[in-house]
C-alpha cells in the first residue's frame, strides 16, 4: 500500500508562488508514474499536471501550462508542484496521485482520474484577487 501525504498548500495572493510537496511512503513507487489533480467548490476533480518515474515525460492542463511545475526526488520519495504567477481560478483542493503502470502514451488515459490506484487527503490552496 501507498501513502501520499500533501503539503503546502495556504493563502495567496494572485500573482504569487506557492510550492506543494507530497511525501510518499509504504510499499515502494518505483515506476509508478505520478500526478496533481485539484478539485474547485462544486465541481469536477481536474488533472493538472503528470510526471513519469524517469522524469523525462511530463504533461500539463492548458491552464496551468508555463505556469507550474511538476516534479519529483525519487531518492526522498516527494512529488512537487511548482505553482507561479497564480490566479483566483487555481483555488481549489489540490491532490497527489500515483499510478503503477508508469507512463501510458494516451493523454486520455494519464488525465484521467480513474487510472490513478492511490490517493493523498488533498490540500487547499486559495487565491485571492
Known amino acids: 500500500q501507498v501513502q501520499l501525504v500533501e503539503s503546502g498548500g495556504g493563502l495567496a495572493q494572485a500573482g504569487d508562488s506557492l510550492r506543494l510537496s507530497c511525501a510518499v511512503s509504504g510499499r515502494t513507487f518505483s515506476g509508478y508514474a505520478m500526478a496533481w489533480f485539484r478539485q474547485a467548490p462544486g465541481k469536477e476533480r481536474e488533472f493538472v499536471a503528470a510526471i513519469s518515474w524517469s522524469t523525462t515525460s511530463t504533461d500539463y492542463a492548458d491552464s496551468v501550462k508555463a505556469r507550474f511545475t511538476i516534479s519529483r526526488d525519487n531518492a526522498k520519495t516527494t512529488l512537487f508542484l511548482q505553482m507561479n504567477s497564480l490566479k483566483p481560478e487555481d483555488t481549489a483542493v489540490y491532490y497527489c496521485?500515483?499510478?503503477?503502470?508508469?507512463?501510458?502514451?494516451?493523454?486520455?488515459?494519464?488525465?484521467?482520474?480513474?487510472?490513478?490506484?492511490?490517493w493523498g487527503q488533498g490540500t487547499q490552496v486559495t487565491v485571492s484577487s
Open positions: 496521485a500515483a499510478d503503477p503502470r508508469d507512463w501510458v502514451s494516451s493523454r486520455i488515459y494519464r488525465r484521467d482520474r480513474q487510472s490513478y490506484n492511490y
